[in-house]
């Protein structure tokens, strides 16, 4: 299963998760953000490629509903409710993702 995860800047939050997620639990992973001043701005392909989205904020899931409505009419997109209150691997950071992300694993 190929997981997509997106947050604003693509610096603290989906980069986490990715990293977090990329080992052992069974799922390709992969992140973006959805600011010009991304590290990773979230493309088309990476949409494509996503069999899951999930998102940190309400917000980031209204903008790309808003940037790519063709791209994710068959896409779930599912939002985590994580702030940008943590930095790069964060303990409580993966704390919460890991408790966020249970329902989802395989």
Same mark, same amino acid.
């Not at 069974?26 to 990476?46: E, L, M, Q, V, Y």
């Not at 009419?73 to 209150?85: E, S």
């Given at each position: 299963?190929?997981?997509?995860?997106?947050?604003?800047?693509?610096?603290?939050?989906?980069?986490?998760?990715?990293?977090?997620?990329?080992?052992?639990?069974?799922?390709?992973?992969?992140?973006?953000?959805?600011?010009?001043?991304? #590290?990773?701005? *979230?493309?088309? @392909?990476?949409?494509?490629?996503?069999?899951?989205?999930? +998102? /940190?904020?309400?917000?980031? #899931?209204?903008? *790309?509903?808003? @940037?790519?409505?063709?791209?994710?009419?068959?896409?779930? +997109? /599912?939002?985590?409710?994580?702030?940008?209150?943590?930095?790069?691997?964060?303990?409580?950071?993966?704390?919460?993702?890991?408790?966020?992300?249970?329902?989802?694993?395989?």
């Amino acid at each position: 299963m190929n997981t997509l995860f997106i947050c604003s800047r693509n610096q603290w939050r989906s980069p986490t998760a990715e990293r977090v997620f990329a080992v052992g639990y069974g799922i390709s992973t992969r992140s973006a953000g959805t600011s010009k001043h991304a #590290k990773h701005r *979230i493309s088309a @392909k990476d949409i494509a490629w996503a069999d899951m989205i999930f +998102v /940190m904020e309400q917000k980031h #899931k209204q903008n *790309i509903k808003e @940037k790519f409505p063709n791209q994710l009419q068959h896409k779930k +997109v /599912m939002v985590l409710d994580i702030p940008d209150d943590y930095h790069y691997m964060d303990e409580e950071l993966i704390e919460i993702l890991t408790e966020a992300m249970q329902p989802y694993l395989p």
